[in-house]
């Protein structure tokens, strides 16, 4: 994964070498440790894998055999952790925090490592226990909090659609940066066939374009100059002219140049284009052989370069930070840190700047919901922070970052390392919608009829905004919605009774077109009308909450309707005998009246009326074996007219 182009060249040496130059005898366990300390050191992830399982399987009567174990269970589940395979290094933490050496900070990646798996409350618990264990480092108890807010950033999902890019490979193809505007993108890939890097057996990467047509984008190319040689080359930008271009590659000029630790750093570069090709490639000052810089993002008007760096710095927070320069006719300033409103002690990386100011970038030590996810932030009076969640679908358990947006916020691309992709990071498409279509139809429950000229009601919940529409001659209706709200969907036609009240939520929705029926039955003498979710505790009569609730709203239709007379009926389902069922439908049904006559409708325009089981909807009679749902068809609470005097008005609540 993409990863690799830059955590390890940061972080193999703050866990490789712990215990490889120590004093120890020569055991087979030992030796097989020491190979995977080497191999380590120059990344060949594989090999130390090798080696450090090979140790786990030596078995050795020496007292300092458990010591040797948790060493190698620590190497192997840091190397998986490093290299991105956060499925078996969560195997491998998971037995390190149960030796008793283990550290706070093991316990921290292994809290990382259940985030990963979607194992949110066993990771809130290590996170808090970290907390405890490390206090001068506030990642524990904001990563712990966070968790709490995982339900949030699931609210506006609906409004983001993905996609993945046609042209994923197998390999990494990833941090895609547009080029004129939004017609081409330029994104570095291991899809090549040249030079093997012994990080990942893949090909090194290069710089592809892929332009993009009316229906998608067209195959990727190689960028065309002297740009792509034979290391990694990573993520671009590109300044307003498209003239001028900022990558990374690996510290390699005219020959590759390795830091004290024999390691080929990452540096940014500057490209000029020359006659259609990419060409008088130069060294940034701030640049070094001694640390790495990369990830670079280019301001609007072309001033300020952002980039990614573990340089040391007074200012530096931990891990890689995110910097800016100041681009001069003189050249460059020296790099600022954008300070603790944004970085942690992790990884801050893959910044991108947006044309209004808005800075996008990766983190894995914010509150989130797995691996690398990525925020925004703002600059107020020189100091960035307001750092907040892009939420999901853009963030998910996995790696996310390099994410780009166009000039009006509402299409970008992005990358991930997410399940279901073509293999290690793909490239995705977004786009986002700031509305959601509510597609309504009213009809008559009896015949399926439209109902047109309905007052329909939209209630924002609880006690929101309303909205009001009449249905059309189809029974149609069309409501906006806003993301994250809870509504309530009723309709008020003269002469008409709504059987039922439509709830619809915004929030963890997976369609931005919702649809809704809402059924109505004409108030004629002798329509029997169902009363929807009227329900009793079981052999009781007395008036629940919710019973009451759904109550009020027919005191308020029976008011509505100053001359409608009904009667109250109550049913039960077969189980139990007739005559008692017969007594306990009455009771109800007079329960029912009692509350009604209550909140003011006359006693004479409502009587109670019992039928026990015998008006079944269904087979499900004495002796009849029945399920749960089947029986509760039959306990139900209906009402029929029985008078409705000529030239009725109604009442109407609703107003056009």
Same mark, same amino acid.
């Given at each position: 994964?993409?990863?690799?182009?830059?955590?390890?060249?940061?972080?193999?040496?703050?866990?490789?070498?712990?215990?490889?130059?120590?004093?120890?005898?020569?055991?087979?366990?030992?030796?097989?440790?020491?190979?995977?300390?080497?191999?380590?050191?120059?990344?060949? &992830?594989?090999?130390?894998?090798?080696?450090?399982?090979?140790?786990?399987?030596?078995?050795?009567?020496?007292?300092?055999?458990?010591?040797?174990?948790?060493?190698?269970?620590?190497?192997?589940?840091?190397?998986?952790?490093?290299?991105?395979?956060?499925?078996?290094?969560?195997?491998?933490?998971?037995?390190?925090?149960?030796?008793?050496?283990? +550290?706070?900070?093991?316990?921290?990646?292994?809290?990382?490592?259940?985030?990963?798996?979607?194992?949110?409350?066993?990771?809130?618990?290590?996170?808090?226990?970290?907390?405890?264990?490390?206090?001068?480092?506030?990642?524990?108890?904001?990563?712990? %909090?966070?968790?709490?807010?995982?339900?949030?950033? /699931?609210?506006?999902?609906?409004?983001?659609?993905?996609?993945?890019?046609?042209?994923?490979?197998?390999?990494?193809?990833?941090?895609?940066?547009?080029?004129?505007?939004?017609?081409?993108?330029?994104?570095?890939?291991?899809?090549?066939?040249?030079?093997?890097?012994?990080?990942?057996?893949?090909?090194?990467?290069?710089?592809?374009?892929? !332009?993009? +047509?009316?229906?998608? &984008?067209?195959?990727?190319?190689?960028?065309?100059?002297?740009?792509?040689?034979?290391?990694?080359?990573?993520?671009?930008?590109?300044?307003?002219?498209?003239?001028?271009?900022?990558?990374?590659?690996?510290?390699?000029?005219?020959?590759?140049?390795?830091?004290?630790?024999?390691? /080929?750093?990452?540096? !940014?570069?500057?490209?000029?284009?020359?006659?259609?090709?990419?060409?008088?490639?130069?060294?940034?000052?701030?640049?070094?052989?001694?640390?790495?810089?990369?990830?670079? +993002?280019?301001?609007?008007?072309?001033?300020?370069?952002?980039?990614?760096?573990?340089?040391?710095?007074?200012?530096?927070?931990?891990?890689?930070?995110?910097?800016? !320069?100041?681009?001069?006719?003189?050249?460059?300033?020296?790099?600022?840190?954008?300070?603790?409103?944004?970085?942690?002690?992790?990884?801050?990386?893959?910044?991108?700047?947006?044309?209004?100011?808005?800075?996008?970038?990766?983190?894995?030590?914010?509150?989130?919901?797995?691996?690398?996810?990525?925020?925004?932030?703002?600059?107020?009076?020189?100091?960035?922070?307001?750092?907040?969640?892009?939420?999901?679908?853009?963030?998910?358990?996995?790696?996310?970052? @390099?994410?780009?947006?166009?000039?009006?916020?509402?299409? @970008?691309?992005?990358?991930?390392?997410?399940?279901?992709?073509?293999?290690?990071?793909?490239?995705?498409? &977004?786009?986002?919608?700031?509305?959601?279509?509510?597609?309504?139809?009213?009809?008559?429950?009896?015949?399926?009829?439209?109902?047109?000229?309905?007052?329909?009601?939209?209630?924002?919940?609880?006690?929101?905004?309303? %909205?009001? /529409?009449?249905?059309?001659?189809?029974?149609?209706?069309?409501?906006?919605?806003?993301?994250?709200? *809870?509504?309530?969907?009723?309709?008020?036609?003269?002469?008409?009774?709504?059987?039922?009240?439509?709830?619809?939520?915004?929030?963890?929705?997976?369609?931005? +077109?919702?649809?809704? !029926?809402? *059924?109505?039955?004409?108030?004629?003498?002798?329509?029997?009308?169902?009363?929807?979710?009227?329900?009793?505790?079981?052999?009781?009569? %007395?008036?629940?909450?919710?019973?009451?609730?759904?109550?009020?709203?027919?005191?308020?239709?029976?008011?509505?309707?100053?001359?409608?007379?009904?009667?109250?009926?109550?049913?039960?389902?077969?189980?139990?005998?007739?005559?008692?069922?017969?007594?306990?439908?009455?009771?109800?049904?007079?329960?029912?009246?009692?509350?009604?006559?209550?909140?003011?409708?006359?006693?004479?325009?409502?009587?109670?009326?019992?039928?026990?089981?015998?008006?079944?909807?269904?087979?499900?009679?004495?002796?009849?074996?029945?399920?749960?749902?089947?029986?509760? /068809?039959?306990?139900?609470?209906? &009402?029929?007219?029985?008078?409705?005097?000529?030239?009725?008005?109604?009442?109407?609540?609703?107003?056009?």
């Amino acid at each position: 994964m993409s990863i690799k182009l830059f955590r390890p060249l940061l972080h193999v040496f703050t866990l490789c070498l712990v215990i490889a130059y120590t004093c120890m005898p020569a055991s087979a366990q030992v030796r097989q440790i020491r190979k995977g300390d080497k191999a380590l050191s120059v990344f060949s &992830f594989n090999k130390a894998i090798e080696s450090y399982k090979k140790a786990l399987d030596k078995k050795s009567k020496k007292k300092k055999a458990a010591s040797y174990r948790y060493q190698a269970l620590g190497q192997l589940a840091n190397t998986y952790r490093i290299i991105g395979d956060y499925e078996n290094a969560l195997q491998y933490y998971e037995q390190l925090v149960q030796h008793p050496e283990c +550290t706070p900070l093991q316990k921290f990646y292994y809290a990382q490592m259940l985030r990963t798996a979607g194992r949110y409350e066993e990771a809130k618990k290590f996170y808090e226990e970290y907390a405890r264990l490390a206090p001068d480092d506030p990642r524990g108890k904001r990563l712990a %909090d966070g968790i709490d807010l995982i339900p949030d950033w /699931m609210k506006d999902s609906m409004l983001v659609r993905l996609k993945p890019y046609s042209f994923n490979t197998p390999v990494s193809e990833f941090s895609p940066s547009y080029y004129y505007g939004d017609s081409a993108i330029v994104f570095p890939s291991a899809r090549g066939t040249g030079k093997t890097d012994v990080w990942s057996n893949a090909p090194f990467l290069d710089l592809y374009i892929s !332009v993009k +047509t009316d229906t998608g &984008f067209l195959s990727p190319a190689p960028l065309p100059g002297n740009v792509n040689k034979q290391y990694h080359e990573g993520p671009v930008t590109f300044d307003s002219s498209w003239t001028v271009m900022y990558f990374t590659r690996n510290n390699y000029l005219k020959r590759k140049r390795k830091s004290q630790e024999g390691i /080929m750093k990452l540096k !940014v570069f500057k490209a000029q284009l020359v006659d259609g090709k990419w060409k008088e490639i130069l060294d940034l000052p701030f640049n070094s052989d001694e640390y790495s810089v990369g990830h670079p +993002t280019l301001s609007a008007d072309g001033r300020y370069l952002f980039f990614a760096s573990d340089m040391p710095h007074e200012n530096a927070q931990g891990g890689q930070d995110l910097y800016v !320069v100041e681009i001069t006719d003189s050249g460059f300033s020296k790099p600022i840190n954008l300070g603790s409103g944004v970085n942690t002690r992790g990884d801050e990386v893959f910044p991108f700047i947006h044309k209004n100011g808005t800075l996008y970038f990766a983190s894995d030590s914010y509150e989130g919901l797995g691996g690398l996810d990525i925020y925004s932030a703002t600059q107020k009076d020189g100091v960035w922070g307001n750092v907040k969640h892009l939420g999901y679908p853009i963030n998910s358990r996995m790696d996310d970052f @390099g994410l780009i947006y166009n000039d009006n916020l509402e299409s @970008g691309l992005f990358s991930s390392n997410r399940q279901g992709g073509a293999g290690s990071d793909d490239i995705y498409l &977004f786009t986002r919608k700031q509305q959601v279509i509510l597609l309504g139809k009213v009809v008559d429950k009896k015949t399926r009829d439209p109902i047109g000229d309905a007052m329909v009601k939209l209630q924002e919940k609880p006690a929101g905004s309303t %909205d009001v /529409m009449p249905s059309d001659k189809n029974g149609a209706f069309t409501f906006t919605l806003l993301p994250g709200k *809870e509504y309530s969907v009723i309709a008020e036609k003269y002469g008409w009774f709504l059987v039922n009240t439509v709830e619809v939520s915004t929030i963890q929705a997976t369609e931005d +077109t919702i649809r809704v !029926v809402l *059924e109505m039955q004409r108030l004629e003498v002798g329509e029997v009308i169902k009363l929807e979710n009227i329900y009793y505790d079981y052999d009781k009569y %007395d008036i629940r909450p919710d019973a009451a609730e759904e109550l009020d709203k027919f005191v308020a239709f029976m008011k509505r309707y100053p001359g409608l007379e009904v009667e109250l009926r109550s049913h039960t389902d077969s189980r139990g005998s007739d005559n008692y069922n017969k007594w306990l439908s009455q009771k109800r049904a007079e329960s029912a009246v009692q509350y009604v006559i209550s909140r003011g409708v006359e006693p004479h325009r409502i009587t109670a009326r019992g039928y026990g089981e015998s008006l079944p909807v269904n087979h499900c009679v004495n002796g009849v074996p029945c399920s749960e749902e089947e029986h509760q /068809m039959n306990r139900r609470t209906e &009402f029929v007219v029985t008078q409705q005097p000529d030239g009725l008005k109604v009442k109407s609540s609703v107003q056009p």
